[in-house]
């Protein structure tokens, strides 16, 4: 009798339901839209990261990571690789040479990294393939190719066919150069890696600086879940002086961001909740307050005060239960349309591609996050309702039924 009873007050008041409802509606769009973005942009940074910069897993000599001495390159890199090659997780492996020096056109010069790779080996492991905007990438044949980014060549002021000439120090520690003919640009989210990052054939690379072996190797997995249990499995596989790093060593404020997300996310929704909380206690004051008369004549009549108290419970709890379903059921419809169509950053864009963020976005909330604020929209409504049903019951009887609305 509670239960049906309590639906029926709910609506009793329409109007003033319904604009319950509708503030928790639009509350929780914001909310959800912007767990989504925040999601979307620190899934996209991580994803961009690992397919265009640190793959998941890199190898190198300790000794490299501390001074990217050139003499500080991988033993026997080539066996190791057929290793782990046949390894279950692995998906793809590439050998890099690492060297910093200056690229020079007629016009200005840059600092840059210098990665010299096998192209067949490093499109399977990062995406640079994918995001050529003209020319190729390295071909096999020709004289000294080079691929470099069109943030870096406009910087140049170099195009397709222009020579640029490299120079750097070589094994040795003498400074050497060539001149290399662009063969491709490519554009990435990342505008630090494509001012920063060129790469040339391994052997050009070799040849020019002395380089034998390769200072860098990367490993791509199948997925990203297994990345514990395989820099396990590859650790034990390495010689002497060699370390293995996950994606989260390599880029340790990408790591921190991921696992503060949810806390950023409850922190937002928390906000939101803390705020319908105090929505909800005007809503019940006006709500119970105007019907004291009634409630003291439930009392008088034999309702005992206990039941009086779970009728108010309950019509805070079916109100707040209401705005939740409207309003998660519109965050999810939103949410799926903009994971699906995407959300354009606009001005954003060019600032946030610092970061490495893509110029549109796909939000996603996991299903956790639904429940949960159901939960807490649910649960706070009651607790909101608690002041204005102690108001009523503590209030004497006669005085109650003395009321006049």
């Known amino acids: 009798m509670l239960i049906r009873l309590a639906w029926r007050n709910v609506w009793r ?45 890199q190898i190198h000599r300790q000794q490299y990571l501390i001074n990217s001495a050139l ?36 016009i200005t010069t840059r600092g840059v990294q210098i990665n010299g790779v096998d192209m067949a080996q490093e499109s399977a492991v990062v995406d640079i393939a994918e995001k050529l905007v003209a020319g190729t990438v390295l071909p096999e044949q020709g004289r000294n ?56 054939r391994r052997g050009d690379l070799a040849h020019y600086s002395g380089i034998a072996g390769v200072h860098e190797i990367a490993v791509r997995l199948k997925s990203r879940t297994t990345i514990d249990e395989d820099r396990q499995t590859i650790a034990a596989q390495l010689p002497a002086g060699a370390v293995v790093r996950d994606w989260r060593q390599i880029q340790p404020i990408l790591a921190s961001m991921m696992a503060s997300m949810d806390l950023s ?10 705020a319908l909380g105090f929505g909800m206690v005007n809503i019940m004051l006006m709500a119970v307050f105007e019907r004291t008369r009634e409630f003291a004549v439930l009392i008088a009549t034999g309702m005992s ?37 995407g959300l354009p950053l606009g001005a954003m864009a060019q600032g946030l591609g610092a970061y490495g963020v893509d110029a549109v976005l796909y939000p996603t909330v996991a299903l956790r996050y639904y429940v949960a604020i159901f939960i807490m929209v649910v649960l706070v409504s009651v607790i909101a309702a608690l002041y204005p049903a102690r108001q009523i019951l503590i209030k004497p009887l006669h005085s109650a039924l003395a009321e006049k609305h």
Not at 74 to 103: C, E, F, K, Y
Not at 169 to 197: H, M, P, Y
Not at 332 to 340: F, P, R
């Open 71 to 106: 003499g500080e390159q991988l033993a026997d890199a080539d066996q190791l690789s057929q290793q782990l090659h046949a390894l279950p997780h692995v998906a793809a492996i590439t050998l890099r040479q690492r060297v910093d020096g200056v690229v020079a056109s007629a």
């Open 265 to 274: 996310n409850a922190i937002v929704a928390g906000v939101f909740i803390l």
């Open 13 to 57: 008041n329409r109007l003033r339901s319904a604009i319950m409802i509708t503030a928790t509606l639009f509350g929780l769009l914001g909310v959800l839209l912007m767990i989504g973005f925040i999601n979307a942009m620190t899934e996209n940074m991580i994803d961009n990261a690992i397919r265009l910069q640190t793959s998941h897993l």
């Open 305 to 341: 005060r206990l039941k009086v108290l779970g009728l108010i419970l309950l019509e805070a709890c079916f109100l707040g239960a209401a705005g939740a379903l409207v309003g998660l059921l519109a965050s999810w419809l939103l949410i799926q349309l903009l994971g699906n169509t």
């Open 145 to 200: 190719p080079i691929l470099l980014s069109g943030r870096l060549a406009a910087k140049l002021n170099v195009r397709l066919g222009s020579k640029v000439v490299l120079t750097f120090s070589d094994i040795t520690g003498e400074v050497t150069g060539a001149s290399f003919r662009v063969c491709g640009l490519f554009d990435t989210a990342s505008t630090a890696f494509d001012e920063g990052q060129l790469f040339v």
